[in-house]
């Protein structure tokens, strides 16, 4: 982990989970394309698929879905973890402390309405990096002041900017979201960037709008159909890296 927090070497576990997870923080900071997919269920792809994402370039990837029971989340993990090694990325699980601890996932991801950020810290025990949604100015500043805290959060997510089917009912936030996570994490940062801790734009993200999030002042996503909706995945994480950096001031 990033000496950004404190947990002791000796708590975390020895062996290739324990490089996998030492390797959480410090990988989130080179990280710029996030992608969530579900079980893939009528694709029955999972594997095949996040293996092309990651060859396309996707830095991390998160198991989102929420029709799935734990056991089989965890045989889908599993899967996602070899991809993973084999590539040298990051996973994340979603919302479940207890199967990121069960899994040794190097990265876990709380919303606002889910299991605050200083319980999961001591759950999780040093193992994981851990990401925070923010959908408001409030709560984009309480990410940020939680990063340079005790509990110390690892990266936040900023959206979702446009209406999307993936989280129903929530309302978008818009581009004004992302300019001012830009400006208060400079601001807070001193000339680092990020302001220290990484943070990504998400929802309703794709070939289409990266140009204005950049613009807004993003350098990181979190995308969902852009790649799993895709006839081939590898190629459209290329395209959005690519678009990220065409971007680029």
Not at 54 to 74: N, P, T
Not at 120 to 135: D, F, K, Q, Y
Not at 232 to 242: E, I
Request: proline share 6%; glycine share 10%; with cysteine.
């Amino acid at each position: 982990m990033n000496v950004s927090h404190p947990p002791a070497a000796a708590s975390r576990p020895s062996g290739t989970d324990a490089f996998i997870n030492a390797e959480g923080s410090a990988g989130l900071h080179n990280a710029r394309l996030y992608l969530c997919t579900d079980a893939r269920r009528r694709q029955g792809d999972f594997e095949q698929f996040v293996d092309a994402a990651f060859a396309g370039g996707v830095d991390i990837i998160q198991l989102r879905d929420k029709s799935i029971e734990a056991a089989e989340e965890l045989e889908l993990l599993a899967v996602l973890k070899e991809a993973a090694v084999r590539h040298g990325r990051l996973w994340a699980v979603n919302d479940r402390a207890d199967v990121a601890v069960l899994s040794g996932a190097p990265v876990f991801h709380i919303g606002q309405k889910d299991l605050p950020l200083k319980a999961a810290r001591t759950l999780l025990n040093g193992n994981a990096a851990i990401g925070l949604s923010s959908h408001s100015p409030d709560q984009v500043d309480a990410a940020l002041a939680a990063a340079a805290g005790p509990a110390a959060l690892d990266y936040f997510c900023v959206g979702p900017l446009w209406a999307t089917p993936t989280k129903p009912g929530r309302a978008a936030v818009g581009l004004d979201l992302v300019k001012h996570a830009a400006a208060a994490s400079a601001a807070q940062g001193q000339g680092k960037p990020d302001g220290g801790v990484p943070w990504f734009a998400i929802g309703g993200i794709d070939h289409g709008n990266v140009e204005q999030v950049v613009a807004a002042g993003a350098s990181r996503i979190v995308v969902v159909r852009a790649i799993t909706e895709a006839d081939d995945p590898a190629a459209a994480a290329a395209s959005l890296l690519g678009a990220l950096d065409a971007a680029r001031p």
